[in-house]
């Protein structure tokens, strides 16, 4: 069974990075779209990334374009969030959902951004 792990959250100044990881087990990710997705205090879950299976097709939350590029790596089974410039309204816990037919979620890593 396909299950995902979130990883690479953590304190950082603003202007600052952080690289997150999402680590599959049980399954191949080959045949997946990968999401990203955060969660802030007081705010509803938002959509901040996607990539297709083939990672021929990328898109980004308006608030993360050009600072913020999502990738994988397929001998890794492992996808990846690698966020720039970072503002503190980017603070939440970020998730990763592999989406074909069935969506699987993982646990999620906290991003907290502050001087």
């Known amino acids: 069974q396909l299950q995902l792990v979130e990883s690479g959250g953590g304190l950082v100044q603003p202007g600052g990075s952080l690289r997150l990881s999402c680590a599959a087990s049980?399954?191949?990710?080959?045949?997946?779209?990968i999401g990203w997705f955060r969660q802030a205090p007081g705010k509803e879950r938002e959509g901040v990334s996607c990539?297709?299976?083939?990672?021929?097709?990328?898109n980004y939350e308006d608030s993360a374009k050009g600072r913020f590029t999502v990738s994988r790596d397929y001998a890794e089974n492992t996808v990846f969030l690698q966020m720039n410039s970072l503002k503190p309204e980017d603070t939440a816990v970020y998730y990763c959902n592999a989406r074909y037919v069935i969506n699987y979620w993982g646990q999620g890593t906290q991003v907290t951004v502050s001087s």
């Open positions: 049980g399954a191949t990710l080959d045949y997946y779209a």
């Open positions: 990539i297709s299976s083939s990672s021929t097709n990328t």
